[in-house]
């Protein structure tokens, strides 16, 4: 979601991020975190298919199977 409006809502399996300190992968089950990304691509998997959205920078929580991203875009 960017400040404006939620970009992208589904179901995945494993999402990359762009983090401050270095590129990370979710997949499930993922200890809660709460952190900053940077300028990169927001990579996801939904059913086989992958996806992006590319990123300025931002801030993603991970916590009970869900990953929020609050991004510029």
Do not use: Q, W
């Amino acid at each position: 979601m960017t400040p404006e409006k939620t970009l992208v809502e589904k179901a995945v399996s494993k999402v990359s991020l762009p983090g401050s300190r270095s590129a990370f992968m979710v997949l499930r089950n993922h200890a809660p975190l709460i952190t900053s990304l940077e300028k990169g691509e927001v990579k996801y998997d939904s059913e086989g298919v992958e996806g992006s959205v590319a990123i300025a920078s931002g801030f993603v929580e991970v916590k009970d199977n869900t990953v929020t991203v609050c991004a510029e875009v």
